[in-house]
């Protein structure tokens, strides 16, 4: 019995995960005035006027969302995975009580929602006067995601044997010699679950860069799906080709990366 359910129940959550999927890739290729009408109908006759709509726009849209978007993502998840992983290999090796603390304080970090510290990031920037700009939005990725990758890395870090940093250590190299040469190369799994993760994250985030960059100083690519509604109308086709076209870079992304994932995620799971 529950060998004939559990093949049902896998194609039902698949099918319910699909839709969504199949409604934008239908309409991304169906003239603008059929979506309305049918959005789950076929694409008959296909067409790209959507994409190419969206590429040609006067105000270019597309091109200035794209380029702040990989901007702040390839930024916050860089400087994120250079704390992270020195952070986790430290508190990975420490056995002081500073170490078991400073892990309590980020783990404590994971369970707020970043809504709830919004206003008051808000202040923090407008005072250090990085409001509406860049950096004022990577430096709330950083501060924000750091506990998520402190943890990635010391559940993998403590998979790593100390035995070669001892050697490492005994044959003269320095601490930082021993972390980029030794360890760092040994967390690519874990490196790369992190940049999956967070990149994603941040590259999806949507009231964040609302809120840090407003509506006038900037946007990003979710941002821009946004700025494509009307308050009165709206032209779907447009709206489901720029939710198509964002939807590549994340996927070439991941697609890129996905050899380490699992191993990533798993990798800390029986040491330590």
């Known amino acids: 019995m529950r060998r004939s359910i559990r093949p049902l129940v896998a194609t039902a959550v698949a099918a319910i995960f699909f839709v969504p999927l199949y409604v934008v890739c239908v309409n991304v290729i169906k003239p603008g005035p059929k979506i309305a009408k049918s959005p789950a109908s076929l694409p008959i006759p296909p067409t790209l006027h959507n994409i190419t709509a969206v ?10 969302s794209l380029t702040n ?35 309590l304080l980020l783990l404590c970090g994971l369970m707020i929602p970043p809504q709830v510290i ?8 407008r005072f250090a006067h990085l ?37 490492a250590a005994m044959d003269g190299a320095g601490r930082f010699q021993i972390f980029w040469r030794i360890v760092f190369p040994l967390l690519r799994p874990a490196t790369a679950s992190v940049l999956i993760f967070l990149g994603v994250w ?48 994340v996927l070439i992304f991941y697609l890129a990366l996905q050899k380490h994932f699992v191993k990533g995620l798993t990798g800390g799971a029986t040491k330590g």
């Open 118 to 125: 919004l206003i008051p990031i808000t202040q923090v920037l």
């Open 202 to 249: 941040i590259w999806n985030d949507f009231i964040d860069p609302l809120v840090i960059l407003g509506p006038g100083q900037g946007t990003t690519i979710t941002t821009g799906i946004y700025r494509a509604i009307g308050q009165y109308q709206a032209d779907f086709g447009t709206v489901f080709a720029l939710m198509f076209l964002a939807t590549l870079p």
């Open 131 to 167: 409001m509406t700009t860049i950096q004022g939005l990577v430096l709330f990725n950083v501060g924000y995601y750091v506990p998520f990758g402190v943890f990635v890395f010391t559940g993998f870090t403590r998979s790593i044997p100390v035995e070669l940093e001892e050697a």
């Open 69 to 103: 978007s990989v901007v702040v993502t390839a930024l916050s998840i860089l400087i994120l995975t250079v704390l992270s992983s020195m952070l986790g290999h430290y508190l990975a090796r420490s056995k002081s009580r500073w170490g078991r603390w400073l892990t």
């Open 55 to 64: 590429l040609t726009r006067p105000d270019q849209l597309f091109w200035v």
